[in-house]
């Protein structure tokens, strides 16, 4: 958990990045910023790091995982090791950017490096570098007070509510390619990977959020995608399914693979099809995952909005299921009307 109440700006360099296919320039800035002033330092942090609040974190990677081949990793041991080499170290991860930008949808913006201190990543405090750009300017009304009247205008500026991309390198873990968490919220579009792939490239942390964000989906996958290929259920078992995964998981303190198999999906037939279908998912999509691991609230948390408990009949009825499926029965009139009786003991 990031924890950045105590949070300090030590230094910022500022450097305009246009988009260098569409031949706009590339602007350096002579000398860092001084950020004493404590309103412009309140500020500059809630634009910074508010909007981190994710668990979900990368490490930075290359051609055949040679992270220490990644430029920006380079440029942040440099920074973290060498403190008279800041500034021109921004420099050049600006020019990297700048060089990567070779997409003519990608918007030109202001770059943002600071080195802080005082963050706490899981209660330890840990150096940090922050890379942030802004995009979009965002028009802002001001009243100004004359001797005798009131006036209005207008200027353009960066909101400071809304940052557009965004990462976190944390001084740790630097044999695995440092820990990184990342904002990105223009994330569509093949111009949108430019960020995460092409500037950061970076990799999912193999870690218990991962750990448990990605076997929640491959559980979802095989229950929607591929189980009743195999046998014989309807709507009602699949989310009966759906409910026993994730209460496992928000009940649970530890994962176990064989432990979550039998408990969830309880015939040995069904559990051999699951792993054939794990097995293969994780190859195809070349993961990694623990068979046991600590479960991360946060990663339940989201992942739960993706398991749905409803059950559609036609466009009359929406039936959330929550709990025992036995309570719901199906079956078929005379006239090939198709019913499910319900049974509960008391309506609210």
């Not at 942040?76 to 800041?86: D, G, L």
């Not at 070779?102 to 209660?123: C, M, S, T, Y």
């Not at 750990?211 to 095989?222: G, Q």
Request: overall charge negative.
């Amino acid at each position: 958990m990031i924890n950045h109440i105590n949070s300090e700006i030590k230094e910022l360099s500022v450097h305009q990045v246009g988009n260098k296919a569409n031949e706009e320039p590339l602007n350096f800035s002579f000398e860092s910023i001084d950020v004493e002033d404590e309103t412009l330092q309140g500020l500059l942090q809630q634009y910074f790091l508010k909007p981190f609040t994710t668990e979900e974190f990368y490490n930075f990677t290359f051609s055949n995982g040679e992270f220490e081949l990644n430029p920006l990793y380079s440029y942040a041991t440099s920074i973290f090791e060498e403190e008279r080499s800041f500034h021109d170290n921004t420099k050049k991860i600006a020019q990297y950017l700048y060089d990567v930008s070779n997409h003519p949808n990608i918007k030109p913006g202001d770059l943002f490096v600071a080195k802080l201190d005082g963050i706490r990543l899981n209660d330890q405090e840990v150096d940090v570098i922050g890379i942030f750009k802004s995009e979009n300017k965002h028009s802002f009304i001001q009243i100004n007070d004359t001797e005798d009247s009131l006036t209005i205008n207008y200027e353009s500026g960066i909101n400071i509510d809304k940052l557009d991309k965004g990462c976190l390198i944390f001084n740790r873990d630097k044999d695995q390619g440092y820990r990184v968490c990342i904002i990105d919220k223009a994330n569509r579009g093949e111009e949108a990977h430019y960020w995460k792939d092409l500037f950061l490239n970076i990799k999912t942390c193999n870690d218990d959020y991962h750990n448990t964000k990605e076997f929640l989906n491959i559980a979802k996958s095989y229950v929607t995608d591929k189980m009743s290929d195999e046998f014989a259920v309807d709507k009602t078992d699949q989310i009966d399914i759906l409910n026993r995964s994730v209460e496992y998981f928000k009940t649970k303190e530890s994962f176990n693979k064989e432990e979550f198999e039998e408990t969830v999906f309880q015939d040995e037939n069904v559990i051999n099809s699951f792993r054939s279908f794990d097995n293969n998912y994780r190859t195809e999509h070349e993961m990694e995952i623990k068979d046991e691991f600590d479960i991360s609230g946060q990663a339940v948390k989201k992942q739960q909005r993706l398991f749905k408990s409803i059950l559609k009949l036609d466009k009359n009825f929406h039936v959330y299921i929550h709990g025992d499926k036995d309570l719901i029965e199906k079956g078929v009139e005379s006239d090939g009307r198709k019913f499910y009786k319900i049974y509960y003991e008391k309506e609210d």
